[in-house]
């Protein structure tokens, strides 16, 4: 037998839709995430990053809340955008380390969110985390790549986790 038959043998002998998902599963809504921080950017962010993790990755087709097989919430509950996490420090002229030397080389974006998956037509849930930290670094001045960096870290959590499931 060929790897992709084998594959296929595999697939087929599990039932796996949607990318590890139970049988049945083959269509999803994204809800807005609720948004407890202060930045509103956020919310179509983290969508936009879970919809590409469930319907991409996962390999669900998108469908209205009424008529999905599965259901995707969650809440954005912090964001932490500037936390320096590496420095470099000079001495001053006496040669003591000098607090106004301190340079911060690189920072971290942090963002804490509850993501659910749940299939509606079983109503259960197949997949849940509370408290998800995703963290992106990045240069001083390019926050968007630490938070480029965080969405694509919750994107392969949310992918890993429902797969891990089945």
Same mark, same amino acid.
């Given at each position: 037998?060929?790897?992709?038959?084998?594959?296929?043998?595999?697939?087929?002998?599990?039932?796996? /839709?949607?990318?590890?998902?139970?049988?049945?599963?083959?269509?999803?809504?994204?809800?807005?995430?609720?948004?407890?921080?202060?930045?509103?950017?956020?919310?179509?962010?983290?969508?936009?990053?879970?919809?590409?993790?469930?319907?991409?990755?996962?390999?669900?087709?998108? /469908?209205?809340?009424?008529? /999905?097989?599965?259901?995707?919430?969650?809440?954005?509950?912090?964001?932490?955008? $500037?936390?320096?996490?590496?420095?470099?420090?000079?001495?001053?002229?006496?040669?003591?380390?000098?607090?106004?030397?301190? $340079?911060?080389?690189?920072?971290?974006?942090?963002?804490?969110?509850?993501?659910?998956? !749940?299939?509606?037509?079983?109503?259960?849930?197949?997949?849940? !985390?509370?408290?998800?930290?995703?963290?992106?670094?990045?240069?001083?001045?390019?926050?968007? $790549?630490?938070? !480029?960096?965080?969405?694509?870290?919750?994107?392969?959590?949310?992918?890993?986790?429902?797969?891990?499931?089945?």
């Amino acid at each position: 037998i060929s790897l992709s038959a084998s594959a296929l043998l595999v697939a087929a002998c599990y039932g796996f /839709a949607g990318g590890g998902l139970p049988p049945g599963v083959s269509t999803v809504a994204v809800l807005p995430f609720d948004n407890l921080t202060a930045e509103p950017a956020l919310t179509q962010q983290v969508n936009l990053a879970v919809r590409e993790a469930v319907e991409s990755r996962l390999g669900l087709r998108a /469908a209205a809340e009424s008529q /999905a097989d599965a259901v995707v919430k969650g809440t954005i509950t912090r964001y932490e955008p $500037d936390l320096p996490v590496a420095f470099t420090g000079g001495a001053n002229v006496s040669g003591q380390q000098s607090q106004n030397n301190v $340079d911060v080389t690189r920072r971290l974006v942090q963002l804490s969110v509850n993501v659910e998956i !749940r299939d509606q037509k079983n109503d259960r849930v197949l997949w849940q !985390r509370q408290g998800l930290i995703l963290e992106g670094d990045y240069a001083p001045g390019a926050e968007t $790549d630490g938070r !480029r960096k965080g969405l694509e870290r919750l994107t392969v959590n949310i992918v890993e986790g429902a797969q891990s499931q089945w």
